[in-house]
């Protein structure tokens, strides 16, 4: 299937260029009506059935599960990132000595979620970091991260990108040498899942979690997360009544269950329903399952050559293969710069998020070559101005 752009489907402005869907995705038509419809739902509670507590948030998880080649038991809905690795890491017991491993720079969620778990196990705490020196840090990193792995490294967590440059991470052989050594390989998957093909069984992650409104289209306060088999018998943050068998039956609420539903359900926030916000995360995932995650990497991969083509023959680098994403990357515009740039982009009604002294530009299937060529021009006017 060869994607055309699909702005149509979106209601963005035609009034700028958003080049920043790793910041927040628009949202689709079909999901605002989702949610517009829900809204209108609610104003006779007596439309809600029992079903409706249980039913659309199962195909929410039978619909993730598809993006990441996992069966629907594996899948909990959550609220956030950090609700989720608190959720994992309540579950995972360090070795004697042992250590825990995250990457520099790691977004806050999961950097002060590890660290606090190292504290409460007694496990050191190891960041590898990039090396600034090198234009291209992907082979390097990714050398140096695999090297730290060992026998006494209890936890390996951290971004399947990173966050703020996209540079693309090796999760089969850092998940492959975790299996081996006997270390949970945990993943924020908010910057990939939705665009870039991820495997949780070929990569072998025991936890992911994934915000679902970034490349998932979906909404803020909802994320979704996936749990190996391992995690099936473990300890949920909090005791929701929908987590336990018989809830659907609402007369014998009171008789208490002491037994969990299957799988990852124990993890589920508690009114998992959510009764608008489910709806609108339900017809995003449709809709990604309908394009297909590698058709939407594959179109954003049409639009981002040229221009990087372009861009490096003005002397921009950019990650080389396998370190780069088409969905996410980042050019290295210098502190002395942001300023200006970020009056550049103003300008220009570019909407495209810098983070340290990276202009972070994230495309989908919103986007079309216009956009790209307006950034190129910005960018060659900043460089033939002086500082």
Not at 15 to 26: I, Q, V
Not at 58 to 86: C, D, H, W
Not at 353 to 379: K, Q
């Amino acid at each position: 299937m060869n994607l055309t752009c699909q702005k149509h489907l979106f209601q963005l402005s035609d009034d700028g260029h958003y080049l920043n869907c790793a910041y927040k995705a628009p949202l689709l038509r079909s999901s605002e009506y989702a949610a517009i419809e829900a809204l209108e739902r609610g104003r006779n509670p007596n439309r809600i059935t029992t079903k409706d507590f249980f039913d659309q948030s199962e195909l929410v998880r039978q619909e993730f599960g598809l993006i990441i080649n996992s069966p629907a038991k594996n899948i909990a809905i959550i609220s956030s990132t950090s609700y989720g690795f608190a959720s994992l890491l309540l579950n995972v017991k360090g070795k004697p000595n042992g250590n825990a491993i995250t990457i520099g720079d790691e977004f806050p969620s999961g950097y002060f979620a590890l660290k606090k778990w190292c504290l409460s196990e007694d496990q050191e705490f190891t960041v590898v970091a990039s090396n600034p020196n090198l234009s291209q840090q992907g082979k390097d990193w990714n050398e140096r991260l695999l090297a730290a792995i060992n026998d006494s490294t209890s936890v390996v967590l951290m971004s399947s990108i990173h966050w703020s440059t996209g540079l693309k991470y090796d999760l089969e052989a850092i998940g492959a040498k975790c299996r081996a050594v006997g270390a949970k390989f945990l993943i924020d998957g908010a910057q990939t899942i939705g665009a870039l093909p991820l495997d949780v069984k070929q990569c072998n992650i025991d936890g992911l979690v994934c915000a679902s409104y970034k490349c998932l289209f979906g909404a803020y306060s909802m994320c979704l997360m996936y749990v190996h088999e391992d995690f099936f018998d473990g300890i949920p943050l909090e005791e929701a009544w929908m987590n336990r068998e018989a809830a659907q039956d609402f007369s014998r609420l009171s008789e208490y269950n002491d037994n969990y539903q299957e799988g990852a359900f124990r993890y589920n926030v508690g009114q998992t329903s959510n009764f608008i916000l489910t709806p609108l995360v339900l017809s995003s995932l449709k809709q990604i399952n309908s394009w297909g995650v590698s058709n939407i990497q594959s179109y954003c991969k049409d639009l981002a050559l040229p221009f990087m083509h372009e861009m490096k023959s003005k002397g921009f680098t950019f990650e080389e293969e396998p370190y780069l994403c088409y969905h996410l990357f980042s050019i290295k515009i210098g502190d002395s710069r942001v300023a200006q740039m970020t009056a550049l982009l103003k300008e220009r009604k570019l909407h495209i998020s810098i983070r340290g002294e990276y202009l972070r530009i994230s495309l989908n299937v919103f986007n079309d070559a216009s956009d790209l060529e307006v950034l190129a021009d910005s960018l060659i006017q900043m460089t033939a101005q002086k500082v």
